[in-house]
């Protein structure tokens, strides 16, 4: 069944809206790049479109109002290795956020999980609105509220930076690094607002392109999330390393569009996630395996 036309326009209103009367917020989390406007949808491997993901919890313990009858419609943005294992739609298998997705979605009673990918800018600028939830490792702030209705945090994380094993660049130099991270981030704000490197910032639309940039020498260093320096920089692990970490008690979220009226089922079902375990299962399945170390066992270097 199609979406309920009110909600749509509803929502496209207040979009249009938003747009006139926050540009300077919206500014903070919207950066041109270039795009194709995202990778098509599909169900993932497996029965329903949940992939391999255990499904623990009760079904029908919590009620949503999904836009399609029967099947929660999610967004997220590809690659995200731990959070999402796969390239597409069709490949995706399992992963911390799609199977704690998945889980909402079995504790709903629903029959299935469509998913569509978005390029990351579409996606952090709130332009698509044809899902119920979403889930890209996404920094809870003021500004993002005025695009996005997040859930409860399901993750804090900490921004580490990385360069090369034998850079000269360390804690008491890192303002006069050429510095990359992704673009249109909690990390590219306080950079520019906290650190205030004498260069300017070397904006990247992915991980995989940033860490790269980085073997290659085309800057000297990267501050991003602890958690994708520990992933992104696995395959230069004879080249790069993580020098140390500052503390963020950055607040990851997952997100609806503003007119939904799903938060309290999904807040409902994140909490009894963590009462029952699962959050913990996940983290033992996905992340711990994929990181190698604790991330907090990496050294916290002092406020700039």
Sequence with gaps: MKPAPDRRHSMQRRITALAAVSAA?????????????????????GPNGFGDCDLPGE?????????????????????NPGWWNGTTPENLTDGFEMCMLADIAHRAGLEKMTIKVLSWDQYISGSFTDYDLG????????????????????YTSNRSVTVQKDSKYDETNIRDAKIGTIQS????KWLTDVLKPTQDLALFSDGPEMFAALAAGQV????????????QSKPYADQLEIIGQWKADDDWGMVMPLDTPNVDAVNE???????DGTMDFLSEKYLAPLFGIDPASIRFLDAP
């Design 269 to 275: 079902a994140l909490a009894a996630m963590k009462a």
């Design 59 to 79: 079904a029908g313990s919590i009620e949503l109002d999904p836009i399609v009858d029967g099947q929660l419609s999610v967004v997220t943005v590809l690659p």
């Design 220 to 231: 000297d260093a990267i501050v991003t999330d602890t958690e994708t320096a520990l992933t």
């Design 135 to 154: 889930a890209v490792v996404t920094s809870i702030t003021e500004e993002r509220k005025a695009i996005f209705t997040f859930s409860d945090p399901y």
């Design 185 to 188: 981030t909690t990390n590219s």
């Design 25 to 45: 917020a919206l500014a903070l989390v919207l950066v041109g790049c270039s795009s194709d406007g995202g990778s098509g949808g599909g169900e993932a491997s």
